[in-house]
């Protein structure tokens, strides 16, 4: 997603707005909706809805009531109340579609409950926000050496201003808990201003934070993905990876989100296949099982006394020597139920379906210096023949 202001420059790197998601279109944030109502007129006898989304700064956005003389599109600067003062947010959806949204983040759709927009913002509260803005990353920065120096074990990853610069809230994570009494204390005497901590996730720090995963595609968490499940290593071991945290963890120290993406794909597969800690058993002695294979619907297995020599079986002949040894009865052996699978050539797998051999297809072939040579003597023989003969004509 990116907003008019979105442009390329030079050399077609893009530009960017470099508003990290304040640009006026809301184009360039993940929370972004769209208003698919947009064009469509309400019945005669139905007033508008009264309430407005309003997104500030980390995505963070809220529900407020419109008062009546005030009217409001999206992309519109406003001042919303807060405590203490007001701040300065985005609106970002109108109509009845905030309705739905309330809905769907069960909040009661009352708009009396809820705080409400004072005015569209002035320049005067535009400047004031944009120079607390600025102010963020050098406080920041003064945080982090405060929280050093009184040797509190957290990490402050963020800061936000309110709109009229009377609060600020310090984002941080930490393992454990942390007394941050006395911080709250210098960060008032520092920065003379209202304090406020948050304490935040890992997984929510790296969609603030943002980067470029393994994949070598930017985090998910930062561009579309707003909800975290839970992530266990069972979703690993379904999926046939290896137990490494280095390549299964993400930029949050966490498990990456994506390993749920195809597990309920994995989950269905594996309906069709044995379990396998179940035993074959058989005459020539106890199989147990040492591979699977989900994508060709394969088993490797092994006598107890032979752990070296393993033999390849379809998912459905297994199923059957399991049904019979349920029954009571056994098997001669696994080697009776092995089936010759066909492996496709190289040709087969990469096939040519455009029916194009070469790139050099059009190009004129080279013709050596001999055969240029020889074309140009009967050239020239023949013209000596053509005058000879128009002379003896003559």
């Known amino acids: 997603m990116g907003c008019t202001s979105c442009a390329t420059g030079a050399d077609g790197q893009p530009k960017g707005c470099k508003n990290n998601g304040t640009c006026g279109s809301d184009g360039c944030n993940k929370l972004t909706v769209f208003d698919w109502l947009s064009n469509m007129s309400l019945p005669g006898d139905m007033k508008p809805f009264d309430g407005v989304e309003v997104r500030f700064k980390n995505g963070r956005k809220d529900f ?21 003062g007001h701040d300065i947010g985005i609106v970002t959806l109108t109509g009845e579609l905030v309705r739905v949204q309330m809905k769907k983040k069960k909040v009661t759709p009352d708009t009396n409950t809820l705080p409400k927009i004072y005015r569209k913002a002035t320049q005067k509260d535009i400047d004031i926000w944009q120079k607390a803005r600025d102010r963020e990353a050098d406080v920041q920065k003064r945080s982090r050496e405060i929280a050093i120096r009184l040797g509190l074990k957290m990490k402050i990853s963020d800061i936000e201003f309110q709109g ?4 600020a809230i310090f984002y941080y994570t930490a393992e454990e808990r942390v007394d941050f009494r006395e911080l709250i204390k210098e960060f008032a005497r520092t920065f003379n201003t209202r304090i406020e901590m948050k304490q935040v996730g890992f997984r929510q ?14 985090l998910c968490c930062s561009t579309w993905l707003t909800d975290f499940r839970s992530v266990s290593t ?9 137990l490494n945290p280095q390549k299964l963890a993400g930029q949050c120290g966490k498990l990456k989100c994506c390993l749920n993406y195809e ?29 699977i294979d989900i994508f060709k619907g394969l088993l490797w297995y092994s006598y107890v006394k032979e752990g070296m020599n393993w033999h390849q079986l379809k998912a459905e002949k297994v199923n059957e020597i399991i049904a019979l040894n349920k029954k009571g009865k056994k098997v001669a052996s696994i080697e009776e139920y092995i089936e010759d699978v066909v492996t496709p050539s190289e040709k087969e797998l990469f096939s040519n379906v455009v029916g194009q051999d070469s790139l050099t297809r059009f190009d004129q072939p080279k013709r050596s210096k001999g055969k240029r040579r020889n074309k140009k003597r009967k050239n020239s023989n023949n013209t000596r023949n053509r005058n000879r003969n128009q002379k003896k004509n003559a």
């Not at 009229?164 to 609060?167: I, L, Q, R, T």
């Not at 720090?205 to 930017?218: K, N, P, T």
């Not at 069972?234 to 290896?242: D, G």
């Open 205 to 218: 720090e790296a969609a603030r934070l943002g980067g470029i995963g393994s994949c070598g595609r930017e």
């Open 164 to 167: 009229d610069a009377s609060k």
């Open 263 to 291: 597990l309920d794909t994995y989950l269905e597969a594996l309906k069709d296949f044995p379990k396998t800690d179940v035993k074959l058993q058989t005459e020539k002695g106890v199989a147990v099982c040492q591979k």
């Open 64 to 84: 407020f009531k419109v008062p009546e003389e005030l009217s409001l599109s999206i992309s519109d600067t406003v001042a919303t109340e807060a405590s203490p």
């Open 234 to 242: 069972s979703a690993a071991r379904y999926q046939q990876l290896s």
